[in-house]
């Protein structure tokens, strides 16, 4: 009965030693409470320092009000797509700054080793939802733009080896790609148009390019295989 509960700590090849110390201190004490605690103890520190290992991706989604109303987001049907697929990707609709922090907190519990970020992009910044788009009565939206340095914290510890996508206008560039290596470490690949990409060509170019991505066993993705009107690093 030991040997069943101490398999599940045997998903990752870099924790097998972890699992053999948890045996031997068994073996020595038994199933006491104090070797329950040093179970859960192993399991929280694998979910910690464990790399994102789940060939799937995550959808994130902060587009305008009028935008869902005429079913231009592109990152639900990307998501419907998938599914189709035999695929099991995650769907989290963010509206405020706030909120999309929560939604990154979610993608980062996940483990999923993809994350796709459809958002309105400009040349320095990222449009949100302003506090008072989200009152009922308001029927003008007026949005707030976020700097891309204070985007690119937010990110910061969500990207260890993973790969990010972001489905917005000309965030391609120079000066967003710095602002996203200054505050991440050990992420594979950022990809994201240099132009301004209307959502049907949008909707058709990230169900091609993630049906191969998802598909490739090695989880790689050559930069010939994008469109010259995007940027990959």
Known sequence: ARRK????????PGEKHRCRKVRQYCKGVGETKSSKSYLKMIE???????PA???????????????YACFCDDGYGLVSHLQMLGYDPQYI??????????????FKQSRYRFLHI?????TDSVEFWDAKDMEPDNHSYQGTQIPYDAFSKALKGCLGDRRVTFSAC??????????????????HSVVAPTVELQMHKAAVLWRMYYGQ???DASCSLSAKSVKSDSVVY
């Not at 290992?53 to 935008?67: A, M, S, T, W």
């Not at 609709?93 to 979610?106: C, E, G, I, S, V």
């Not at 459809?118 to 400009?122: D, F, L, P, V």
């Open 213 to 215: 991505l998802l598909a």
């Open 5 to 12: 509960s101490h398999s599940r700590f045997c998903h990752c």
């Open 93 to 106: 609709r963010a509206y405020t700054f706030q909120t999309f922090k929560d939604a990154l907190r979610k």
């Open 170 to 187: 000309e965030l391609g560039n120079k000066q967003f790609v710095q602002s996203l290596i200054k505050y991440n470490n050990g992420f």
């Open 53 to 67: 290992h789940v060939p799937d991706l995550c959808v994130i989604e902060i587009l305008r009000p009028k935008d």
């Open 44 to 50: 929280k520190q694998r979910t910690v320092s464990c």
């Open 118 to 122: 459809s958002c309105h992009g400009g």
